[in-house]
């Protein structure tokens, strides 16, 4: 569909993407766009590939310096043409299911509805995650140009849309770590941004909570949240998020040590 609409020089249907060095992963998501109008890609400096596989996908390249996850999206969807815009992450993958649903859905829709909420199926350590509080991880991500904005801070994310709101059925597939290494890595990067966009520096009882809370996260995850269903994914997962919630509390504590405002590489 992309480059097609000769009728209406106005794009039915825009993706925006943010990238840093998805050299490894995005041509996958680019595969799957075919019903797109229009692919606009917001760079923040990759030192690999990206740009030059988005490029030869058909997709136009914008570079914009960083400037957190919420400004980042934002900019990426407004520099778009279209009537609706798909908000996607370079590790996730548009189906064929959900494609020919997201097309029917914006060519049917209601005047009065400004956006659509599609769930989200995660595969790591070879499976797709179905519990644990993973799925069905519901995210706004279709709506209509100048309906919706991107707010909140780092980590929490998310558009607000003016207008109804409904549900889509079929997901998006969120390959979401490409290994163990990788979501420690995410957890330490991550676990920095909170502590650092949180409130001043916690105290030594702060840490001893922390444990009392991963703890209570490790039960939530595994089995309130049926993560050990998953098998060994899930508890890997339900330890690396408990770890995540102690390390949240131990680098807030960090942040009152001397020469502790580097942030990881």
């Known amino acids: 569909m992309m480059g097609e609409n000769p009728e209406n020089p106005k794009p039915l249907l825009s993706v925006a993407i943010i990238t840093l060095n998805e050299a ?32 030869a996908a058909g997709a136009s390249v914008i570079y914009h310096d960083w400037m957190g996850y919420p400004a980042q999206k934002q900019f990426a ?44 199926l995660s595969r790591y350590l070879n499976r797709w995650i179905k519990h644990g509080g993973w799925y069905p991880d519901r995210k706004v991500r279709l709506i209509r140009k100048d309906c919706g904005h991107w707010t909140g801070q780092d980590l929490h994310e998310k558009i607000e849309v003016s207008g109804k709101i409904k549900e889509l059925k079929h997901p998006l597939l969120h390959y979401v770590y490409r ?6 890595k995410t957890i330490d990067r991550f676990s920095f941004i909170a502590a650092k966009s949180g409130p001043g520096p916690a105290s030594g009882a702060y840490v001893v909570w922390g444990l009392v809370h991963a703890f209570g996260k490790f039960l939530e995850c595994a089995v309130w949240k049926l993560g050990l269903l998953d098998g060994i994914p899930g508890l890997i997962i339900a330890v690396n998020s408990a770890f995540y919630v ?5 680098r807030a504590w960090e942040k009152g040590l001397p020469g502790s405002d580097n942030p990881p590489d």
Request: with cysteine; proline share 3%; aromatic share 4%.
């Open 179 to 184: 290994d163990i290494s990788d979501q420690l």
């Open 246 to 250: 102690f390390l949240k509390h131990a």
């Open 77 to 120: 969807m407004e520099s778009t043409r279209g009537e609706w815009i798909l908000n996607l992450d370079a590790d996730e993958v548009v189906s064929k299911e959900s494609s020919e649903e997201i097309l029917n859905a914006i060519r049917t829709v209601e005047p009065d509805v400004n956006g659509f909420s599609l769930p989200r």
């Open 24 to 55: 490894d992963r995005i041509p996958r998501l680019l595969a799957g766009l075919d019903m797109a109008d229009e692919i606009v890609v917001v760079d923040s400096g990759s030192s690999d590939d990206t740009a030059k596989i988005c490029e």
